[in-house]
């Protein structure tokens, strides 16, 4: 079977993200899945092992300087050198903000078509893609070239399928073009004990009914009493309730956990575009008419005040 690229999405803290795992499933519909590490030094070898047990047949390891120490640009050149050595049936990489611009540099370089956001791969290269916020499904093809997809997070069960994987070094060879934008300094996030919200199982969301931001400390002690992420609806990070990095929805993160839970979100369709794949959603609103009903599996219509008090209690008691 013919090799199908993927694209890591990792880091040195936190790993082998779960993205990655679902295109070396996805991939493995496609062909032999090659996983392609971009990094440091090392990078690749901190990685196999987890790789490998999702089915990584080969890592592509593209290390040192010339890729790490500057943005997306090298990426794009080394696996465009990659994909005309190794003719791939397909390339996959994760529809984050690096993973479609690599992508977008790559179909250049290859004169290539492009599907973006893709939440299911055919195994003739066919994607399947939301479109208008979820709104509608439609099947597109790329009619030049090879497929070059990128994968929507959360869009599959990521499914084990150990291999042992041989390690090829890529000769990296950057441009004096692809290192017009150098990396001077890099900052480490501060890490919580809460989940990182694409990673999570539990999701508990506060939207514009939350009604400030201080208010916010009720949507995050009930998810730190489910083990859970905290998200937030696009109008509560517009309203300053909520940094930025936490939207959930078309324009923020898309998720898809076993449990969501909406707390003073009414559930526009921008906001539905990035949850309503969770498992399980439980939505608590005082309007009745709210649209988030019509996608919760359990709502209850109350004032989010009294109700969550509520419900921590009640986990309290069975902890």
Same mark, same amino acid.
């Given at each position: 079977m013919a090799e199908v690229l993927v694209v890591v999405e990792a880091s040195q803290a936190a790993g082998v993200k779960k993205v990655t795992l679902e295109m070396l499933t996805i991939a493995r519909?496609?062909?032999?899945?090659?996983?392609?590490?971009l990094g440091g030094e090392g990078a690749a070898a901190q990685?196999?092992?987890? +790789?490998? #047990?999702?089915g990584a047949a080969k890592i592509y390891a593209g290390e040192g300087e010339d890729v790490d120490g500057y943005l997306v640009a090298p990426k794009a050149t080394v696996i465009a050198e990659l994909v005309k050595s190794v003719q791939p049936a397909a390339v996959l990489l994760a529809s984050t903000q690096e993973g479609k611009e690599i992508a977008g540099r790559l179909a250049v370089k290859l004169d290539n078509g492009l599907l973006t956001d893709a939440v299911a791969l055919d195994a003739d290269g066919t994607a399947t893609q939301a479109i208008f916020a979820g709104a509608g499904i439609v099947k597109s093809k790329v009619t030049r070239g090879l497929p070059i997809v990128t994968i929507r997070p959360n869009s599959t069960t990521p499914e084990a399928a150990p291999a042992t994987p041989a390690v090829e070094q890529l000769t990296v060879q950057a441009s004096d073009k692809d290192k017009l934008a150098k990396v001077v300094e890099r900052v480490a996030e501060k890490k919580g004990s809460r989940p990182e +919200?694409? #990673?999570?199982?539990?999701?508990?969301?506060?939207?514009?009914?939350?009604?400030?931001?201080?208010?916010?400390?009720?949507?995050?002690?009930?998810?730190?009493l489910l083990g859970g992420a905290v998200g937030a609806s696009r109008a509560a990070v517009d309203?300053?309730?909520y940094p930025h990095q936490f939207q959930v929805g078309q324009t923020g993160k898309t998720v898809s956990p076993q449990l969501y839970v909406a707390l003073g979100i009414s559930g526009a369709i921008q906001h539905r575009a990035g949850m309503q794949t969770s498992k399980t959603i439980v939505a608590v609103n005082k309007d009745p008419e709210a649209p988030i009903f019509e996608l919760a599996d359990y709502g209850v219509v109350g004032d989010l005040f009294k109700v969550v008090p509520q419900a921590a209690d009640e986990i309290r008691k069975r902890k």
């Amino acid at each position: 079977m013919a090799e199908v690229l993927v694209v890591v999405e990792a880091s040195q803290a936190a790993g082998v993200k779960k993205v990655t795992l679902e295109m070396l499933t996805i991939a493995r519909t496609l062909g032999t899945p090659s996983a392609v590490v971009l990094g440091g030094e090392g990078a690749a070898a901190q990685f196999a092992d987890k +790789l490998g #047990e999702y089915g990584a047949a080969k890592i592509y390891a593209g290390e040192g300087e010339d890729v790490d120490g500057y943005l997306v640009a090298p990426k794009a050149t080394v696996i465009a050198e990659l994909v005309k050595s190794v003719q791939p049936a397909a390339v996959l990489l994760a529809s984050t903000q690096e993973g479609k611009e690599i992508a977008g540099r790559l179909a250049v370089k290859l004169d290539n078509g492009l599907l973006t956001d893709a939440v299911a791969l055919d195994a003739d290269g066919t994607a399947t893609q939301a479109i208008f916020a979820g709104a509608g499904i439609v099947k597109s093809k790329v009619t030049r070239g090879l497929p070059i997809v990128t994968i929507r997070p959360n869009s599959t069960t990521p499914e084990a399928a150990p291999a042992t994987p041989a390690v090829e070094q890529l000769t990296v060879q950057a441009s004096d073009k692809d290192k017009l934008a150098k990396v001077v300094e890099r900052v480490a996030e501060k890490k919580g004990s809460r989940p990182e +919200l694409t #990673e999570a199982g539990v999701v508990v969301s506060g939207g514009r009914g939350v009604g400030n931001a201080e208010n916010f400390s009720l949507v995050e002690e009930l998810a730190d009493l489910l083990g859970g992420a905290v998200g937030a609806s696009r109008a509560a990070v517009d309203s300053g309730f909520y940094p930025h990095q936490f939207q959930v929805g078309q324009t923020g993160k898309t998720v898809s956990p076993q449990l969501y839970v909406a707390l003073g979100i009414s559930g526009a369709i921008q906001h539905r575009a990035g949850m309503q794949t969770s498992k399980t959603i439980v939505a608590v609103n005082k309007d009745p008419e709210a649209p988030i009903f019509e996608l919760a599996d359990y709502g209850v219509v109350g004032d989010l005040f009294k109700v969550v008090p509520q419900a921590a209690d009640e986990i309290r008691k069975r902890k």
